[in-house]
């Protein structure tokens, strides 16, 4: 497994918490980071990216004002700083590596996958 995915868990409506990536072995350390999301039933849908410089960020709408995220090159981790927590926001949370080293929204810009670490917030 090249990227690893933690911090999901249990939330009520309203709260918060903050996913972390790790990526050991730097795959990709000169471009953009993601995440992304999968509820069941649904496509994988764009969440955020950060381009490799950790200068520019983009989010998804559903997303902007409460979700933030960052990277620390020296540490190989990107994190998702996720507030005011609704239940629409409940998925499997999944990070992953650009061929670019801009952020980008569509899937198919990702070249490596982490396996996933799932978010439940409850009503």
């Known amino acids: 497994v090249q990227l690893q995915a933690s911090g999901g868990g249990l939330v009520q409506a309203g709260g918060s918490l903050r996913l972390s990536c790790a990526n050991p072995?730097?795959?990709?350390?000169?471009?953009?980071l993601g995440w992304f999301r999968q509820a069941p039933g649904r496509e994988r849908e764009f969440v955020a990216a950060?381009?490799?410089?950790?200068?520019?960020?983009i989010y998804a709408d559903s997303v902007k004002g409460r979700f933030t995220i960052s990277r620390d090159n020296a540490k190989n981790t990107v994190d998702l700083q996720m507030n005011s927590l609704k239940p629409e926001d409940t998925a499997v949370y999944y990070c992953?590596?650009?061929?670019?080293?801009?952020?980008?929204?569509?899937?198919?810009?990702?070249?490596?996958w982490g396996q996933g670490t799932l978010v439940t917030v409850s009503s």
């Open positions: 072995r730097r795959t990709g350390s000169n471009n953009a």
């Open positions: 950060i381009d490799w410089r950790g200068g520019s960020t």
């Open positions: 992953a590596v650009s061929r670019y080293s801009r952020g980008s929204r569509p899937v198919e810009d990702y070249a490596y």
